[in-house]
């Protein structure tokens, strides 16, 4: 290590700190207060939502979906347009932070498919007049009552995912908070959706979700920031200049000035500390910046059923779920819903703590949510091959790895 370098084991177990995978100790959290507390929740229709508030606060399925139903948390469009899942104290701020995405989708439909921006009002306004506080409806529902006001985009729509001007408007009133997606079935783990009409503040500037980001996620980069928001480079330097920020030596990581005493006094825990989180979870997504999770021994291992033939130290996101122990990237792992079965592949040997947290994320997945789905196209046949390539690898595991069921 060059002199002044920050220790990559110090920094992985940092961020594993930050992000309240340290072992426990914030069971009893809200969903809301993880989320405040440690970032929002990517979500694609997956169970990693789930898996994340398990992984940090032991939060049961149930306790998940209450919290959504009260509307304590919420999935929307946010940072670059992408679907989180928020705390209502960031509701605004979200939705700011997506809010071009719907304006450059439309721009793009008026340029490339003649619709016109008038006509997207107007079906935004029919929707409105749709919609109820308490009874959702499908965009199926919709569609058909909206009549000819929701109009059919033709081949040139198909061609880019639109079939309709309905999803530009639908896009465009989420953006604006007056309207809301909500699960058919209350789950996160699925893609069914109906609409409730809403009335929710749209505010917060660029620097209030650099401060948000940074409390999350330091220390970070301009660059790491800059994915997460989306932002240009002259936005986030923007964002960044009213913080107060210090770079850390040998680096180019940056640490919110009310944390260094912290980071300084902080050391990396003697004791294992296990999570197991999905591959799309803040410990990763929050940088994207996999290579600094991953230990230099384990940096040439390839991701099972690998499809690029690349180490996996060197891929921009991880292909399987994740087990990690401070930070550090020890393992994948897959669920098998037709053996009812987690299924895993360890770089390091199996301990009693290790096997007490895989056996709890198993039950957990098993009896409440019934698969562990990366994103709502995964699916057991799609799956199959990771499947097969960890049992593959289990069957020829070195001594100082562990082989899964």
């Known amino acids: 290590m060059a002199n002044g370098e920050i220790p990559a084991a110090k920094l992985r177990a940092w961020w594993a700190h930050r992000q309240w995978l340290d072992g426990g100790v914030h069971r009893g959290a809200s969903p809301a207060e993880v989320l405040a507390a440690t ?19 032991g939060l049961s399925r149930a306790a998940v979906d209450a919290a959504l139903a009260a509307v304590e948390v919420q999935e929307l469009p946010a940072a670059r347009g992408c679907t989180y899942v928020l705390p209502a104290e960031d509701f605004a701020l979200g939705l700011a932070a997506g809010a071009g995405v719907a304006e450059t989708e439309i721009a793009t439909a008026v340029r490339h498919l003649g619709v016109t921006r008038d006509e997207v009002e ?74 409730l009409r809403w009335d929710q503040a749209v505010h917060g500037e660029a620097a209030d979700l650099a ?98 033939g690349r180490s996996f130290g060197s891929e921009s ?26 299924v895993h592949q360890l ?7 290790l096997r007490a947290g895989i056996d709890a ?6 009896e409440e949510l019934g698969d562990a789905r990366s994103f709502g196209l995964d699916s057991p046949k799609s799956r199959a091959p990771k499947l097969a390539a960890l049992r593959t690898a289990n069957r020829y595991a070195s001594p100082g790895s562990s082989s899964g069921r």
């Not at 770089?347 to 703590?353: G, N, S, T």
């Not at 994320?361 to 098993?366: G, M």
Request: glycine share 8%; net charge neutral.
């Open 39 to 57: 970032g929002w929740a990517r979500s694609v229709g997956g169970t990693a939502p789930y898996l994340g508030l398990f992984a940090r606060a």
């Open 122 to 195: 107007q079906l935004c306004l029919t929707v409105s007049e749709l919609l109820s506080d308490t009874e959702p409806l499908s965009p199926q529902q919709i569609r058909a009552a909206a009549g000819p006001a929701a109009r059919p985009l033709g081949e040139a729509g198909r061609r880019r995912g639109v079939s309709t001007t309905l999803p530009l408007a639908l896009g465009l009133l989420q953006a604006r908070g007056l309207i809301r997606r909500v699960p058919v079935d209350g789950r996160l783990d699925q893609q069914r959706y109906g609409y």
């Open 211 to 308: 401060r948000r980001y940074f409390a999350w996620a330091a220390p970070a980069s301009v660059r790491h920031f800059r994915w997460f928001s989306g932002f240009n480079a002259a936005t986030a330097k923007a964002a960044l200049a009213p913080l107060e920020l210090t770079r850390l030596p040998g680096d180019e990581l940056l640490m919110p000035a009310e944390l260094l005493d912290e980071w300084a006094a902080f050391t990396v825990p003697e004791q294992p500390a296990y999570a197991l989180v999905a591959g799309i979870d803040g410990l990763h997504l929050l940088h994207r910046d996999l290579a600094r999770l991953v230990d230099e021994r384990d940096a040439g291992r390839l991701a099972p059923a690998s499809r690029t």
């Open 317 to 342: 996101d991880p292909s399987t779920h994740l087990v990690v122990d401070r930070g550090r990237i020890v393992g994948f792992w897959e669920y098998d819903p037709e053996q009812r079965e987690l």
């Open 347 to 353: 770089f390091v040997p199996m301990d009693a703590a």
């Open 361 to 366: 994320v198993e039950t957990f997945v098993r």
